[in-house]
Nanobody
Framework: VQLVESGGGLVQPGGTLRLSCLASGFTFSSYGMSWYRQAPGKEREWVARITNAGSSTNYADSMEGRFTISRDNAKNTVYLQMNSLKPEDTAVYYC?????????WGKGTLVTVSS
């Protein structure tokens, strides 16, 4: 299993970014996918989840309405569209899936929200 995140960078407050996570090594369309993030000095926190077919999504309260998770099973890719970014959204963002009770993680992509 390999998960590779991309799309992070420096953005001004109020800006937008779209993160991508390219998955390989497993049947992508069979598993739900999640995004997590870890801010400096804080614990990793869950951001959003999408079911295997993309028919259902869930978000942490602080991201609801600003972030959108989606997936393209033909491209083995899950996305996180982030709008109205705030300085407190600064973190390393990780892609995650759980297969047979084991969690798999990418190496993360850094998002910095600053003027």
């Amino acid at each position: 299993v390999q998960l590779v995140e991309s799309g992070g960078g420096l953005v001004q407050p109020g800006g937008t970014l779209r993160l991508s996570c390219l998955a390989s090594g497993f049947t992508f369309s069979s598993y739900g996918m999640s995004w997590y993030r870890q801010a400096p000095g804080k614990e990793r926190e869950w951001v959003a989840r999408i079911t295997n077919a993309g028919s259902s999504t869930n978000y942490a309260d602080s991201m609801e309405g600003r972030f959108t998770i989606s997936r393209d099973n033909a491209k083995n890719t899950v996305y996180l569209q982030m709008n109205s970014l705030k300085p407190e959204d600064t973190a390393v963002y990780y892609c995650n899936t759980r297969i047979y009770a084991r969690d798999y993680w990418g190496k993360g992509t850094l998002v910095t929200v600053s003027s």
